[in-house]
């Protein structure tokens, strides 16, 4: 390399190779900073998303539970109040005058009371306001059982104290679900309800000995599974895991996990 | 440099792309596309190193053998930058492209720099390939097809690629110059080369490794 014009040529060569070389490394070392980049932005935005919908859906729910809890305090306090009324007239009318046959229509005002408070409490159960989780799930099993003569056994483990309202609420709605799909849908001999206070976790099980059913079939279903929708929704809002146990040879068992944060354990 | 440090360098990339047309050859049928045509690019790899061996043996130029491969390396890597990309770049541009720079090899190679080396043709080969690199790589920022980048073969393939012909883009150019004008053997440069390439072939191994992993233990 004698003469300066090769000399010349050589560095500009190496220059030049190894420019592009540092140049391509570059590329590549952004390319995979900038997508790690682009895709943690991605996972914020999709988590933002995700958290705007849970709480919309937050939202609905709880303005579905209180129109629900003012329709039950206005059924039993108006309608139920007045049925009360037209009844305590209809005893007193009877007295006055023996003659006249109001049985049928005492019988049938009773029916419809009963149907009233029925519906109030099916809207909002008092007893999960009054006595916890617990006893009105134990209420709405008897309950059920009474009036569709499906012996549905309830059992219960441990003792959740200070749960939120709002969640215990769901729970019941969650379960209440369960137990209305057997009813309607499991032509089943027999169900049990189980919940479980565990230290970490809830745990609620819904199983019956019916006819079973596909979960992804009913989710595709348009206008059928509100039911499943809205335990499946009320879950994701508590956190919660539900499995559909889909080996089981014959019936259904819905198990639903909800982990424990700061509530206080008995 | 010695010729001796030439000559181990110049084995080097055969050997390593024998390794990936073995490592290609294992689950062949489950590979994807792109992989098959890179499969098919390492053998005609292979068939030109050894065609250049044949014609130095025979005293013809072994140029004969490389200038050929060069030629139809482009349209294989523009169709493998095509499927490799869900096809999302125009096909029309991948025939016309591949297409002009055959007829404009074989017009360099019969009529310009005949039985000389081709620079012309790896000049114009190392640019389009720069560019689909390129492209590749706004791809996959714009699609983000996985949080992975390193489990993904063609990251590794393209990388390869920008690599070897960034690093050699400015030899390409000069080639003419320095056999031609300063009359130079070029040892120096090819072994340089040779190293690139070795380079290059071990990231394309790397590739497929990462392929048949990919294959056994999807996730």
Not at chain 1, 110 to 119: F, H, L, N, Q
Request: net charge neutral.
């Amino acid at each position: 390399m004698d003469r300066p014009e090769e000399y010349q040529i050589t560095l500009l060569i190496a220059i030049g190779t190894v420019g592009m070389l540092v140049l391509a490394i570059a590329i590549v070392v952004f390319m995979v900073f900038y997508q790690k980049k682009m895709i943690r932005e991605q996972l914020k935005r999709t988590q933002l998303e995700y958290d705007h919908q849970q709480r919309l859906m937050q939202a609905e729910l709880e303005s579905q539970e209180n129109e629900r809890r003012r329709l039950a305090a206005d059924l039993h306090d108006s309608i139920g109040g007045m049925l009360s009324a037209i009844r305590v007239g209809l005893s007193t009318l009877s007295k006055l005058s023996p003659e006249a046959n109001i049985e049928q229509t005492k019988q049938m005002l009773d029916d419809t009371i009963a149907s009233v408070r029925r519906i109030s409490r099916d809207l909002m159960p008092s007893t999960l306001e009054r006595f916890g989780l617990f006893h009105a799930i134990r209420e709405v099993c008897e309950r059920f059982s009474a009036t569709t003569q499906l012996p549905i056994h309830f059992y219960e483990q441990g003792e959740v104290t200070g749960l939120d309202k709002s969640k215990e609420l769901m729970l019941f709605r969650i379960t209440q679900e369960c137990i209305n799909n057997t009813v309607k849908h499991a032509q089943a001999t027999e169900m049990i309800v189980g919940i479980v206070a565990a230290p970490e976790s809830l745990t609620i099980v819904a199983e019956d000995d019916g006819v079973g059913f596909d979960i992804e079939e009913q989710r595709n279903v348009k206008r059928k599974g509100l039911g499943l929708f809205s335990i499946e929704n009320r879950a994701n809002l508590l956190g919660a895991s539900i499995d559909f146990e889909r080996d089981r040879k014959k019936g259904t068992r819905v198990t639903i996990i909800m982990p424990l944060k700061h509530e206080q354990q008995a | 440099m010695t010729l001796k440090t030439f000559l181990v360098t110049a084995h080097l990339a055969p050997s390593l792309t024998a390794v990936g047309l073995l490592l290609f050859l294992i689950r062949y049928r489950a590979k994807q596309d792109y992989i098959k045509l890179l499969g098919l690019l390492l053998v005609a790899s292979i068939i030109a190193t050894a065609g250049q061996f044949l014609l130095f043996e025979v005293k013809i130029t072994p140029n004969y053998a490389s200038s050929i491969y060069y030629i139809l390396e482009l349209p294989l890597l523009a169709t493998i930058y095509y499927q490799a990309t869900n096809r999302t770049i125009p096909k029309t541009s991948v025939v016309v492209i591949s297409a002009v720079y055959v007829l404009l090899g074989f017009w360099n190679l019969l009529f310009i720099q005949k039985q000389g080396i081709n620079s012309y043709t790896l000049v114009v080969e190392s640019i389009i390939i720069i560019f689909y690199a390129l492209y590749y790589f706004y791809w996959l920022i714009e699609k983000l097809p996985t949080t992975q980048l390193h489990r993904l073969p063609m990251f590794w393939l393209n990388s390869a690629w920008i690599f070897f012909f960034s690093g050699n883009l400015f030899f390409f150019v000069f080639i003419s110059y320095l056999v031609n004008v300063e009359k130079n053997d070029l040892l120096v440069y090819w072994t340089l080369h040779n190293i690139l390439k070795a380079i290059e072939v071990l990231m394309i191994v790397s590739a497929l490794w990462i392929d048949l992993r990919n294959i056994k233990s999807p996730s």
